[in-house]
């Protein structure tokens, strides 16, 4: 049996940063913005086996769509090679708002 290749301690910064860019293809079929300028993911680590913990909220608690979006999340994910498991932890605090959205989402939404 072969064993697994882990990510090099100095790479997984810049592997976080796909894991980002790859997040930013989970739109919020809602509001029709991805996740990441929404302000929904509030945390993004990645240990050496591959296992990548994404902490985010949503907009409002309750939502109806999250297990459509941890299940887009994960598939996003599958295209980063590096990550071999994902574990997303669902917080409520600090509350999301409108303030935690980038310029380009509140732009798009016509939010000033």
């Keep these: 049996m072969s064993e697994e290749k882990k990510v090099a301690a100095e790479d997984i910064d810049d592997v976080k940063d ?8 989970v739109i919020d079929p809602e509001l029709g913005i991805d996740i990441v300028n929404l302000g929904l993911i509030y945390g993004v680590d990645l240990n050496e086996e591959g296992l990548c913990h994404i902490k985010m909220t949503l907009t409002i608690m309750g939502c109806p769509l999250s297990d459509l979006l941890n299940d887009e999340i994960t598939q996003a994910l599958n295209e980063v090679p590096e990550v071999k498991d994902v574990d997303i932890e669902l917080v409520w605090y600090p509350a999301w708002s409108v303030d935690k959205m980038s310029r380009y989402a509140r732009i798009a939404l016509g939010i000033r």
Excluded at 18 to 25: F, G, R, V
């Design 18 to 25: 796909q894991i980002l860019t790859a997040l930013e293809s």
